[in-house]
Nanobody
Framework: QVQLVESGGGLVQAGGSLRLSCAASGSIFSINVMGWYRQAPGKQRELVAATTSGGSTNYADSVKGRFTISRDRAKNTWYLQMNDLKPEDTAVYYC??????????????????WGQGTQVTVSS
């Protein structure tokens, strides 16, 4: 069974940094898209950053220049380095991935998975 497990959230002062990690476990053939979303109280969940297996990246305008998404292919893990954090970055952060499961050793179906969420709180 595939699981995404996040770590690295916490409380930080404005201007500080945090690094979130998301580790995918289980029987996985490949990971096509890895991303981070966030949801603040009373707001809709929004895309923060995403990266593809080909190496392209996409960032929300509000985090460009401050956040960096990266991956460790060997570990099926991806990261979100968050610098110069602001109070408006406070939210629950979720990792997300489009995973291809194996089918008799070959690529099978692609499914979308979510992590359980990790709280990031930035104090002013």
């Amino acid at each position: 069974q595939v699981q995404l497990v996040e770590s690295g959230g916490g409380l930080v002062q404005a201007g500080g940094s945090l690094r979130l990690s998301c580790a995918a476990s289980g029987s996985i053939f490949s990971i096509n898209v890895m991303g981070w979303y966030r949801q603040a109280p009373g707001k809709q969940r929004e895309l923060v950053a995403a990266t593809t297996s080909g190496g392209s990246t996409n960032y929300a305008d509000s985090v460009k220049g401050r956040f960096t998404i990266s991956r460790d292919r060997a570990k099926n893990t991806w990261y979100l380095q968050m610098n110069d954090l602001k109070p408006e970055d406070t939210a629950v952060y979720y990792c997300n991935a489009d995973l291809v499961l194996p089918d008799i050793g070959l690529a099978g179906e692609q499914y979308n998975y979510w992590g359980q969420g990790t709280q990031v709180t930035v104090s002013s």
